[in-house]
């Protein structure tokens, strides 16, 4: 955005100078504004991300260790159990409360 040169007294060319200044100034405020309110959602996006990729990974796990060690006892109402325990446990701390509790 260029205006077109004022000619004649310095205060117009201030004045209008200034004013742009201002408009610019409240620009960068909104931005700046902006870019924290944009920080702030990537981190709750990326804590959310890695939430649901450990819980991911913890039902790889549980699928590596049957794999490896096959429970001929275990049926799959257990393993569904199992996984809907990992699905919609809240956080770590919670996961392994109910493992310690059920043995697992």
């Known amino acids: 955005r260029t205006s077109p040169p004022v000619h004649g007294r310095g205060s ?9 200044f201002e408009g610019l100034k409240e ?25 649901y990729f450990q819980k991911l990974r ?7 260790t049957l794999e490896a060690r096959p429970d001929p006892a275990m049926t799959v ?10 699905l919609y446990a809240k956080d770590d701390e919670e996961e392994d409360e109910e493992g310690l509790d059920r043995g697992g």
């Open 12 to 20: 117009r060319a201030a004045l209008g100078t200034s004013a742009e």
């Open 27 to 51: 620009e960068h405020e909104k931005l700046r504004d902006e870019v924290v309110d944009l920080k702030i959602t990537v981190d709750g996006l990326e804590t959310e991300r890695d939430f």
């Open 58 to 64: 913890d039902i790889e796990i549980l699928c590596q």
């Open 77 to 86: 109402n257990q393993f569904i159990d199992s996984v809907q325990r990992i």
